[in-house]
C-alpha cells in the first residue's frame, strides 16, 4: 500500500539522549516534511525538504536536524532530546515540490514523551 | 502576524448538520485546506478551496469567502464515524501552510 512508513510508533526517551524518527515513502513525492502536533496548538512545521538533497527549517527547528539523502526517507534527529520535545511527530509528503498548493498525505505519527 | 482561527469543540447529534466556521489572516493567499483527523491518526485531505464559492464532495461542503477572510466546513446527514478533529490549513504567498488547531467535533447519538 502506497503511502508514508514511520517508526517507531511509540517511544520514551530520557533526556539528554539522542533519538531518530525514521520516515520513508514510497510515492516518489518530491516534498517531505516533520511537523509537530501538541494539545491546543496547530500543527508546527519543524523542517522541510522540497527535494532530495536539499532542506530547510520551518516554525520550530531548534533541537532537531533533517537529512534527505534520497526521494524516499526523511529522518528526523533530535541530538540531545529535552522534556519540552515531548509531542507527536508526524511525516507528510506531498508531490508538487516548492511551488504550488499542494495536498499532503502524513504518516501514522511517532508519539515520543521524554522525560 | 498569520493566524487561523477555529471554534475548538462542536457538539452535533447523528443525522443533523453541522457547520465548523475558519477565519484565516496569512501573508498574501493561495487557498485554504480542510483535513480530517480521528483520534490518534493522521490527518487526511478532505479539501481545498482557492476560489470564492461553494465545493461539494457528497456530505462534506466546504466554502471560501477571500473577501472575508472565512471559511466554512459543512457537514451534512452526519454519521458517528464523522466524529474527529477537523483542521484548517491556509496558504501563504510562499505556499507555506498555517495551521489553526483543529475543531473537535463529537457527534452524539
Given at each position: 500500500i502506497a503511502g508514508i512508513t514511520q517508526a517507531p510508533t511509540s517511544q520514551i526517551l530520557a533526556a539528554g539522549r539522542r533519538m531518530t524518527l525514521r520516515c520513508t515513502q514510497?510515492?516518489?513525492?518530491n516534498a517531505m516534511y516533520w511537523y509537530r502536533q501538541d494539545l491546543g496548538l496547530g500543527l508546527r512545521l519543524i523542517h522541510y525538504s522540497n527535494t532530495a538533497g536539499t532542506t530547510g527549517k520551518g516554525e520550530v527547528p531548534d533541537g532537531y536536524s533533517v537529512s534527505r539523502a534520497n526521494t524516499d526517507d526523511f529522518p528526523l534527529t533530535l541530538a540531545s532530546a529535552v522534556p519540552s520535545q515531548t509531542s507527536v511527530y508526524f511525516c507528510a509528503s506531498s508531490?508538487?515540490?516548492?511551488?504550488?498548493?499542494n495536498v499532503l498525505t502524513f504518516g501514522a505519527g511517532s508519539r515520543l514523551t521524554v522525560l | 502576524g498569520q493566524n487561523i482561527d477555529q471554534p475548538t469543540e462542536m457538539t452535533a447529534t447523528e443525522g443533523a448538520i453541522v457547520q465548523i466556521n475558519c477565519t484565516y489572516q496569512t501573508s498574501g493567499f493561495n487557498g485554504l485546506f480542510w483535513y480530517q483527523q480521528h483520534a490518534g491518526e493522521a490527518p487526511t485531505f478532505l479539501s481545498y478551496n482557492v476560489l470564492d464559492g461553494l465545493e461539494e464532495k457528497g456530505r462534506f461542503s466546504s466554502f471560501l469567502s477571500r473577501s472575508k477572510g472565512y471559511s466554512y466546513l459543512l457537514l451534512k446527514e452526519?454519521?458517528?464515524?464523522?466524529?474527529a478533529s477537523y483542521l484548517c490549513s491556509g496558504v501563504d504567498s510562499n505556499y507555506q501552510l498555517i495551521w489553526g488547531a483543529g475543531t473537535k467535533l463529537i457527534i452524539k447519538p
Open positions: 514510497d510515492m516518489r513525492h508531490g508538487g515540490g516548492s511551488s504550488g498548493a | 452526519l454519521q458517528m464515524k464523522d466524529s
